[in-house]
């Protein structure tokens, strides 16, 4: 059970089941009321966990061969599971996370939105087999797709008609915190992803992929990724001026556990050169991102939005 959990890679499932329910509880139902129920928003989290599960699965299949030289401990294919059974797994898990996803649409009377799951279903399968070996291209559709776990949530808004017209009570305070939340998770994730490219540089070389690494070379990576770690601490002061003035709660947490963090990582990263450094630092991402997801409780119960001042802006 534990090789199974660590192949599904169990705790990034329950970082994105975390996401989506603290959004549902804390940034969605207290601001639109003509959002779905929690036992169809339900069948909405299944479904990305599910379509994550597969596309985990499906990246191990075709790693295969770089694994066994970048972390032969965690090599799961041909050891604890055959690549048969390991395909069978794949195409279960996908196929039940976007008939769920179809399901939840279909309930909604938006049968479009079973597009949405196929294609992150497809591009999971893209990234892992094709896009993985184009530099940087392949960074960039796995961290948007990561972000897509919050994006999707737009979707399934139901709105209300009046006299056939269709009017969207998807309140402005729930879209802005799910662009602003989808951003951070789409950089610290572009982070991330650009990081551990320079830890598996050796067995993408060996497996002739062009990462992003092998094509510059790791110093100029190094400054690449503080450069977006700059950027993401730039857009977190912004955010903070607009959004969180006398919100001293969520800014004094947001400058102990998001930007003085992110700083440490600047300077460890600008000068980071061994496999075990980087592989810190993309724990210390990892970490990052969880008390980014957190925040959304600190600011619920520490600092909540007045609605009577919401509706009178």
């Known amino acids: 059970m534990t090789k199974f959990l660590q192949l599904i890679r169990f705790p990034n499932l329950v970082m994105i089941a975390l996401t989506q329910l603290l959004f549902f509880y804390y940034w969605i139902v207290p601001f639109d009321k003509c959002y779905i129920k929690i036992d169809l928003f339900s069948c909405v989290v299944l479904a990305t966990v599910f379509i994550a599960v597969g596309g985990n699965i ?21 050891t604890f599971i055959s690549k048969k059974n390991a395909y069978l ?15 939840a649409g279909f309930m909604i009377d938006r049968w479009w939105i079973s597009l949405l799951f196929i294609g992150i279903a497809v591009l999971l399968f893209l990234y892992s087999s094709y896009l993985k070996g184009f530099p940087l291209i392949g960074n960039i559709v796995v961290s948007a797709l990561v972000a897509s776990s919050l994006f999707i949530l737009i979707a399934f808004d139901k709105g209300h008609t009046i006299r056939g017209k269709h009017y969207n009570y998807f309140k402005d305070v729930s ?15 572009l982070m991330r992803e650009l990081v ?18 092998i094509v510059l070379g790791r110093n100029r ?6 450069i977006l770690a700059a950027l993401l601490i730039c857009f977190i002061l912004y955010i903070t001026s ?29 000068q980071a050169d061994s496999k075990r450094e980087y592989k810190m630092l993309s724990l210390l991402l990892k970490f990052i991102m969880l008390f980014g997801i957190l925040s959304t409780i600190i600011f619920y ?4 939005i007045d609605l009577i001042e919401l509706l009178l802006s």
């Open 196 to 213: 551990k490219d320079i830890e598996d540089v050796n067995g993408d070389y060996n497996a002739n992929i062009s990462t992003l690494p």
């Open 89 to 103: 797994g794949y195409f279960l898990f996908t196929f039940v996370g976007i008939g769920l996803g179809s399901y």
């Open 58 to 78: 499906i990246n191990d299949i075709f790693d295969v061969k770089t694994d066994r030289i970048n972390k032969p401990h965690k090599v799961f294919i041909d």
């Open 242 to 270: 607009i959004y969180l003035q006398g919100k001293t709660v969520t800014t004094v947490y947001t400058l102990f556990t998001i930007l003085l963090p992110l700083l440490y990582f600047i300077i460890k990263i600008w």
């Open 221 to 226: 990576v190094n400054k690449i990724i503080a």
């Open 301 to 304: 119960y520490f600092d909540p």
């Open 175 to 189: 879209l802005i915190a799910i662009y602003i939340y989808g951003t951070f998770a789409f950089l610290i994730n």
